[in-house]
């Protein structure tokens, strides 16, 4: 019974660069979950998506990052010409779906992300 | 709007010494509570959650945390620490769909 895997678990871009970073949820879970780790501070929520739909992305920046849950395959967050600034920890979480009570969120390992 | 408040980022104990970590909450609504804990270069494991039942919540390696509304607090604790528990523990609250997490707290453990 895996648990949630993102990959790749490090990754090195240029300024100017793509970065693409994949989370595949939890068996049964419909809810993904972003967040930026910066180094020396916490987990920041940028967006929840369900599949094929954004739910919340109050969190994310507005302008070069992109998130989706396509029906089929894993989450994509995506950095479009990445700064030095966007250097961090990116982890994924997945929940299933309770109505009416709180989704407890399983974590992946997480990408680090370091952009040259 | 809900927020947690890790009172300190860095506290040290000795092995075998109390392990208090600190954690306010904020929100509107009934809380749902949770404590991880992330060991370097990993992911944030689970080690407990109130959810409305016992004020008094016991998670895994020892630890346990309060529930307390008349303070807003939800505190972290372990009577006798242990090195391995040398770690950033971080609070977090949701009342339904995303969480917010505090700033995290790093534990140091001295022999």
């Known amino acids: 019974n895996a648990g949630v895997m993102q990959n790749p678990r490090h990754l090195v871009r240029r300024r100017g660069q793509e970065a693409r970073l994949r989370c595949s949820p939890m068996k049964g879970h419909s809810h993904v979950y972003w967040y930026r780790q910066l180094p020396e501070e916490g987990l920041k929520f940028m967006v929840y998506?369900?599949?094929?739909?954004?739910?919340?992305e109050s969190g994310m920046p507005k302008e070069r990052f992109s998130a989706e849950f396509p029906k089929e395959g894993p989450s994509i967050l995506r950095i479009q010409q990445v700064v030095r600034g966007d250097s961090a920890a990116y982890f994924c979480?997945?929940?299933?779906?309770?109505?009416?009570?709180?989704?407890?969120?399983?974590f992946g390992p997480g990408t680090r992300l370091t952009v040259l | 709007a809900q927020s947690v408040t890790q009172l300190g980022s860095h506290v040290s104990v000795s092995e075998g010494a109390l392990v208090l970590l600190r954690c306010n909450y904020s929100s509107s609504v009934p809380p749902y509570l949770f404590w991880y804990v992330q060991y370097p270069n990993q992911g944030l494991q689970l080690l407990l959650k109130?959810?409305?039942?016992?004020?008094l919540v016991k998670g895994i390696n020892g630890f346990e945390a309060e529930f307390k509304k008349s303070e807003t607090s939800f505190h972290l604790t372990k009577p006798s620490a242990h090195m391995s528990d040398a770690a950033e523990y971080f609070c977090a609250v949701t009342s339904n769909n995303d969480m917010r997490f505090g700033a995290g707290t790093r534990l140091t453990v001295k022999p």
């Open positions: 979480a997945s929940s299933p779906r309770v109505s009416n009570s709180y989704n407890e969120q399983f």
């Open positions: 109130y959810t409305s039942a016992a004020t």
């Open positions: 998506l369900q599949k094929e739909n954004i739910i919340d």
